[in-house]
């Protein structure tokens, strides 16, 4: 409780900080906009038409609704590589031959391009969630396992000792001496886990599914209609942006105060 | 009656033997110091007294009924502030939190730590201000023996003395007894009743020395004419190899 307080209070400085990033997006969309009279509303449509169109989709309850059903895959596909990379991760730290057997696996998971799945997956679940949510968990539960994984690995075995010495309980010891380092792992790598489960999902809809943003992005593409397959990127980047820089970075930040 | 009996103990790390029988008593209430030359096994033997190491040859008994440890690399919690550092030692006995957080901030206080310091995390501390953080924890769990290891290399004079004074108190209050290693050959004659030199390679002990004046009745003129003495002994020229320095 203590701690969400801290949060929140530490926020508007946080915020504050946030003004280089405002003028780097800015910068960005001056770019843009210098772009669109080099080369033509066609290939790239001006911003403030852009903004335009994502205003009149927004009002559309069908584009909720497709933005509704890609949340939900990512959510579900997220969630499951959340919970399974997480406590598989930790089991395969703490013992030396899970973490040996687990290393290959975890090569060919990470190796193996997300587009190669999308094929596999259409080919075994066909059309429909089912093939989005494999994909989503195939590309971000390896992140979350190798974090893990690393995490507990890296524990420092000074400190054990210590904790040892000092006859800590069993809670201590895991709350005092495990879970904050192996937090400082597993945090950054759900952060990532998040970001590519919301890069696949995309992909996977405008691959394998006639429904989602995914899908809209493939059906604009086919109409050459820019205007409205550049909103809808917009819709990906600001609600991606959302949840790094104003959920995850000022949790980061407060859990991660004790770092050099 | 409490004590720590060593008998026999040999220690191997591979196939190098570290300690070579080691034999030794420290009774309740007793100051036993362990000097000798770097790399010489003095931490190893610590840590097979306390427990951390497991005996191979030999025997340790220890009957104490607490013991602390202070690491001579500081061993904090990165990710806990000067005050939460102390306490853990004091948490893990079971005292309650805001008592355990009273006593921290005292003994942090006449440790020379400042109240803003209090909230620092140990990668703001100095190497000084971690020495002291790692021993105040110990010291704080008032266990019946104490193990030290180097535990003053890092403070300044002025600050040594100053603990050495607490150490003393709380020695005499709590009739506790204390293992440690030191570098510094005047500081073990200050403390110690008795002070054990290792010998390397494979370390073992080569000469006691034994000082009967209370440890807090020593005075500055006694300190010194024993280090002078203690500094001239063939033992101890032989074991930190002073000689091939005057030869030079
Ligand atoms: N875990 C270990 N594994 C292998 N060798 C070790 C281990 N710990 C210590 N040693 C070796 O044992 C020897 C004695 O080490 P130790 O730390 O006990 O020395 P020390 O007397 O405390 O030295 P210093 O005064 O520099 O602290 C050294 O040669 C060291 O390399
Ligand atoms: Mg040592």
């Known amino acids: 409780m203590k701690f969400l307080f801290k949060i929140l209070k530490d926020f508007p400085a946080y915020l504050w900080s946030g003004w280089g990033a405002i003028a780097s997006t800015l910068l960005f969309i001056a770019l843009w906009d210098l772009g669109n009279q080099v080369y033509g509303n066609l290939v790239l449509p001006s911003p403030l038409e852009t903004f335009k169109t994502l205003y009149i989709m927004l009002q559309d309850k069908d584009v909720w609704q497709q933005i509704d059903i890609t949340l939900y895959r990512a959510s579900v596909g997220f969630g499951l590589s959340l919970l399974f990379g997480s406590i598989l991760g930790l089991i395969a730290g703490f013992f030396a031959t899970a973490s040996m057997m687990s290393r290959p696996i975890v090569t060919i998971l990470v190796g193996m391009p997300p587009i190669a799945w999308i094929v596999l997956a259409m080919i075994w679940f066909g059309m429909g969630d089912e093939t989005v949510i494999f994909t989503v968990v195939v590309a971000s539960f390896p992140i979350i396992f190798v974090g893990a994984l690393q995490g507990t690995r890296t524990l420092d075995g000074d400190l054990k000792e210590m904790a040892e010495s000092f006859g800590f309980t069993w809670y201590m010891k895991f709350f005092d001496v495990y879970f904050p380092h192996i937090f400082s792992y597993i945090f950054p790598a759900w952060v990532s886990g998040l970001g590519m489960a919301w890069k696949i999902v995309i992909m996977a809809e405008l691959l394998a599914t006639s429904d989602g943003m995914g899908a809209e992005l493939a059906i604009a593409r086919s109409q050459l209609d820019t205007p409205t397959a550049l909103a809808l990127v917009t819709i990906m980047i600001t609600s991606l942006m959302f949840i790094e820089y104003i959920v995850l970075e000022p949790i980061k930040r407060e859990v991660e105060l004790w770092r050099a | ?248």
């Open chain 2, 1 to 248: 009656m409490e004590s720590l009996e060593v008998k026999n103990l040999t220690h191997h790390f591979g196939f190098t033997e570290i300690l070579h029988n080691i034999n030794f008593t420290l009774k309740k209430g007793e100051v036993l110091s362990v000097v000798g030359p770097s790399g010489g096994g003095k931490t190893t033997l610590l840590h097979l007294c306390a427990g951390l190491l497991d005996v191979e040859e030999g025997s340790i008994q220890n009957s104490f009924k607490s013991t602390a440890f202070a690491f001579q690399e500081g061993r904090l919690l990165p990710w806990k502030n000067v005050i939460d550092n102390i306490a853990v030692g004091l948490l893990a006995k079971g005292e309650k939190k805001d008592e355990a957080l009273k006593k921290s901030q005292k003994i942090a206080l006449e440790f020379g730590l400042e109240e803003e310091d209090f909230t620092k995390y140990p990668k703001d501390l100095s190497g000084g201000m971690k020495q002291r953080v790692n021993f105040a924890r110990a010291l704080v769990t008032k266990p019946s023996l104490l193990f030290l290891d180097e535990p003053f290399s890092a403070l300044d004079i002025g600050l040594k003395k100053e603990l050495y004074a607490h150490l003393l108190d709380s020695c005499k209050e709590n009739e506790m007894s204390i293992l440690f290693i030191t570098h510094d050959l005047m500081e073990a004659i200050r403390l110690s009743d008795k002070i054990l030199l290792l010998k390397a390679d494979p370390g073992h002990i080569v000469k006691t020395f034994e000082y009967d004046t209370p440890n807090d009745k020593r005075e500055e003129i006694f300190i010194y004419e024993q280090s002078a003495k203690i500094l001239q002994d063939k033992e101890i020229i032989d074991t930190f190899e002073l000689n091939t320095l005057e030869l030079i």
